[in-house]
């Protein structure tokens, strides 16, 4: 386990002697704090950590990182002038250093690279976060993991996860989220991954990326990243014309995984069980198995066969493997639940992506019964932002008998849709969530099937909130 040695070895690079008592995780927020934690003092935008170190003290914290003084009367070591021999005092205290997340980032960095934990390193445009509790789940069935929790994926989350690594775990299962060139490396360089697995690349956030072209070569550099064959592994989507090219830029073992019989791992005989799931053959190097994984959705066997490669190269059996995925245990974001008049509604109002949209409809026109498509707008499309809510309206038309749009940008999916064919009479534009609300609580059938989806910032999570039977 991280111990306070540690911590004061990765910021100031001198042992102490003494301080090995432990160090359980790291927290930015001193609600979050647990006894033997380390809290990192973040100031922001909205609030400063530096205003809640005694609070984190008072939660149980043993020391603080902390890059300015603060109200405490705890003692405080300052990190550029701390010499070995130096006695250090009762926790807890503070490490002052010049900067606090760069301060947790060393910290992190020095820990990784102490432990011999397998990293799984998974960036994509879409399903990065389904494809990281599903790799979690085949993984358990041999193996100790630690996944990220939620989506703590960038500069802060990464180096969190990593604090909470200790010598037990096995494999480590991280999300890496892209904004701007160089992110994913910097994110590499601290998590060192052995495996990196791409899912895809969309046009989400393309308004800060700038382009397609950007955001592939972003999420590429978890592939340049990886070490050489046989440690390195790279799991490539064959499908997504922007991933495999990559397979160029490393000497780690390449697996492409997809549809398309070139792929080392593809699928086929694909039958969507409804709710209840997926039914597929994978084919593998001359073998067939057929299995089955708890997803929602035809679009979602990408899903698992990066699942399954995962643990092939990790050297799990396809007696594991099968019995693991049909036993997963995940939590999926995208969820089912009832009206008070029976209705389904499928949830997946987390987020919006031109991609994850088109994989939604493809799933609610598995789904029998009167189809309904809420929908609102995409953000931060950049410059994909009318064709992305071109493309999402002339599918609607193909699937929906009806479709509720919200916001701007939705009426840009109106359009599409009537030149799609579909009747304006089954076209509807609502100013807001509320206002869906209330039209669908009139006229729900228990025949009905109601898919919402948006961008977070839609808050139609509310519509379902609203609608949902709760006991």
């Known amino acids: ?15 102490p002697d003494e301080a090995e008592m432990p160090v359980v995780e790291a927290a930015i927020d001193s609600r979050l704090v647990i006894p033997g934690a380390m809290f990192v003092a973040l100031p922001g935008e909205r609030a400063d950590g530096h205003d809640y170190l005694q609070q984190a003290f008072e ?11 603060a109200p405490t009367d705890r003692p405080v070591i300052d990190m550029s002038t701390w010499q070995a021999g130096v006695p250090l005092p009762q926790p807890p205290f503070c490490l002052l250093v010049p900067d606090s997340l760069t301060g947790m980032q060393q910290v992190a960095r020095f820990w990784r690279r102490k432990l011999t934990v397998r990293v799984i390193g998974i960036t994509g445009s879409v399903g990065k976060s389904t494809s990281k509790e599903l790799i979690n789940d085949v993984l358990s069935h041999r193996f100790r993991v630690l996944k990220s929790p939620g989506n703590l994926n960038n500069e802060i989350g990464l180096p969190l996860s990593l604090l909470r690594l200790g010598e037990g775990y096995e494999h480590a299962v991280l999300e890496m989220g892209f904004y701007v060139p160089g992110e994913i490396a910097f994110l590499c360089d601290l998590a060192l991954p052995q495996v990196g697995v791409l899912t895809n690349i969309g046009t989400v956030h393309a308004e800060r990326a700038g382009s397609q072209e950007a955001i592939a070569h972003g999420k590429s550099e978890l592939v340049a990243a990886l070490p050489d064959a046989p440690e390195g592994s790279a799991i490539l989507n064959y499908d997504d014309a922007w991933i495999r090219p990559m397979a160029k830029l490393t000497n780690a073992r390449v697996l ?52 399954v490669a995962v643990g092939l190269v990790e050297g799990m059996s396809w007696q594991e493997i099968i019995h693991a995925l049909m036993h997963a245990q995940t939590s999926f974001r995208l969820s089912a639940v009832h009206s008070k008049s029976g209705a389904l509604i499928l949830d997946d109002t987390y987020n919006a992506s031109p991609e994850s949209m088109m994989a939604a409809l493809g799933l609610l026109a598995e789904m029998p019964g009167h189809r309904i498509a809420v929908l609102g707008d995409m953000l931060e499309l950049g410059p994909y932002e009318t064709s992305g809510h071109e493309m999402v309206g002339m599918r609607a038309a193909q699937v929906c008998d009806e479709l509720l749009l919200v916001g701007e ?19 509807h534009h609502f100013a807001n969530a509320d206002a869906v609300t209330a039209d669908l609580a009139t006229r729900l059938h228990e025949d009905d099937v109601v898919l919402v989806k948006a961008s977070h910032g839609m808050r139609l999570d509310q519509v379902v909130a609203s609608l949902e039977v709760t006991e």
């Open 409 to 427: 940008r939705a009426q840009t999916m109106a359009s599409a849709a009537l030149a799609g064919g579909m009747s304006a009479d089954h076209i």
């Open 59 to 69: 939660r149980g914290a043993g020391l603080a990182i902390i890059q300015r003084h």
């Open 256 to 307: 492409y995984y997809g549809l398309d019989p070139e792929a080392e791992l593809w699928a086929d005989d694909i039958e969507s069980l409804g709710l209840e799931g997926i039914r597929f053959r994978a084919h593998y190097h001359g073998q067939t198995m057929t299995m089955r994984a708890p997803l929602i959705g035809r679009h979602s066997v990408h899903t698992a066969l990066r699942a």
């Open 1 to 15: 386990m991280l111990t306070f040695a540690d911590v004061i070895e990765a910021l100031s690079g001198v042992r």
